[in-house]
T-cell receptor, first 111, second 113 residues
Framework: KQEVTQIPAALSVPEGENLVLNCSFTDSAIYNLQWFRQDPGKGLTSLLLIQSSQREQTSGRLNASLDKSSGRSTLYIAASQPGDSATYLCAVDNAGNMLTFGGGTRLMVKP | DAGVIQSPRHEVTEMGQEVTLRCKPISGHDYLFWYRQTMMRGLELLIYFNNNVPIDDSGMPEDRFSAKMPNASFSTLKIQPSEPRDSAVYFC???????????FGDGTRLSIL
């Protein structure tokens, strides 16, 4: 059974810092990996989707990498802003649209 | 597009009552998912549909839970009878293709007293 772990569970940084969120998974036979953002009281917004054949995806200040063989993914946020404060979740797809989620990293960016 | 629409946003009811959660997916999306989010277990997939047909319901916790999708624009998740341990946020999501990005609604916060 796939297990997804995210470290750290919470992170507080000053505005402007570059930061890295980590995600690890136990079963490397995945179709893809997604990073989501969740704001309080809201649903999830998909930020980046990396197919199993890809190594990374970029969108603006966000860059996600995937190392399938080691079961790891990182989400890099450049020049963090207070508006980036949210919970970030990674999810892996093992069987076609069957997402397994990590517990999330709660990020706070202080002005 | 209005996105995925869920109702109600909040539901408080007493144990033993029937609860019905509703979802309208994004038009044209062939896949619909129901998730449950709790502090203890995080986000879990309960069931998903393709073209209104249930494909995998292995995440549905008990027979008290049932889900239907009578047409492409509407789905329900029903709990009967409800129990306090069913208290959670229930999310509906839709996707246009298999293994594509999923679009989530804002969820229904359910409290069973």
């Amino acid at each position: 059974k796939q297990e997804v772990t995210q470290i750290p569970a919470a992170l507080s940084v000053p505005e402007g810092e570059n930061l890295v969120l980590n995600c690890s998974f136990t079963d490397s036979a995945i179709y893809n990996l997604q990073w989501f953002r969740q704001d309080p009281g809201k649903g999830l917004t998909s930020l980046l989707l990396i197919q199993s054949s890809q190594r990374e995806q970029t969108s603006g200040r966000l860059n996600a990498s995937l190392d399938k063989s080691s079961g790891r993914s990182t989400l890099y946020i450049a020049a963090s802003q207070p508006g980036d404060s949210a919970t970030y979740l990674c999810a892996v797809d093992n069987a076609g649209n069957m997402l397994t989620f990590g517990g999330g990293t709660r990020l706070m960016v202080k002005p | 597009d209005a996105g995925v629409i869920q109702s109600p946003r909040h539901e408080v009811t007493e144990m033993g009552q029937e609860v019905t959660l509703r979802c309208k997916p994004i038009s044209g999306h062939d896949y619909l998912f129901w998730y449950r989010q709790t502090m203890m277990r995080g986000l879990e997939l309960l069931i998903y549909f393709n073209n209104n047909v249930p494909i995998d319901d292995s995440g549905m916790p008990e027979d008290r839970f049932s889900a239907k999708m009578p047409n492409a624009s509407f789905s329900t998740l029903k709990i009967q009878p409800s129990e306090p341990r069913d208290s959670a946020v229930y999310f509906c999501a839709s996707s246009p293709i298999l293994q594509g990005k999923e679009h989530f609604g804002d969820g229904t916060r359910l409290s069973i007293l």
